[in-house]
């Protein structure tokens, strides 16, 4: 990516013009991020004393799918997973959505001061509405909701991961 980026500045030197749609890494390469290996747990000051960590997850893309069904599959035995209906927080009554969030936050809050780390994520069932905007509104419904479990959560996790 970083041999594609250099030989397109090279080309915009020259007078060309680009319109890219892209994923994340070219971007990174075309403006030289240098990338960093994974932090592992001893970067974080990670101890079995503290509260758990909490992952929070909203990405529907298959990619994000795969890192989670990755990371459970390797640490299901310690990981603690809270699912989020995305039809209740988007869909449903306003009461079924304030209990949905309030299960949600209640529950990692318990395993969190348990020691437990804990997964936080929404139904893997993509539901999109009829129009562009009707998606629109369902996606910023699933994302307040998810930052309304995090603000509702009275325990301190050790570390917050999230992909929204």
Do not use: W
Not at 117 to 140: A, H, Q, V, Y
Request: hydrophobic content about 40%; charged content about 25%.
């Amino acid at each position: 990516m970083t041999v594609f980026a250099a030989g397109m500045i090279q080309a915009e030197l020259k007078g060309k013009s680009f319109l890219c749609r892209s994923a994340a890494s070219f971007v990174s390469a075309r403006i030289g991020i240098i990338p960093k290996s994974p932090l592992l747990p001893k970067d974080l000051g990670i101890n079995k004393e503290r509260n758990g960590g909490l992952i929070v997850v909203g990405s529907y893309v298959p990619k994000t799918t795969k890192q989670i069904e990755e990371l459970i599959s390797q640490c299901g035995r310690v990981l603690r997973t809270i699912e989020v209906s995305v039809e209740k927080v988007s869909m449903k009554s306003s009461e079924e959505r304030e209990s949905e969030i309030n299960s949600a936050a209640e529950m990692a809050d318990v395993l969190l001061g348990a020691h437990q780390d804990t997964i936080i994520m929404t139904s893997r069932k993509l539901i999109t509405g009829k129009t562009p905007s009707e998606s629109l509104e369902i996606n910023f419904k699933v994302s307040s909701a998810l930052v309304e479990i995090v603000r509702r959560i009275t325990a301190k996790p050790r570390y917050i991961l999230a992909k929204v």
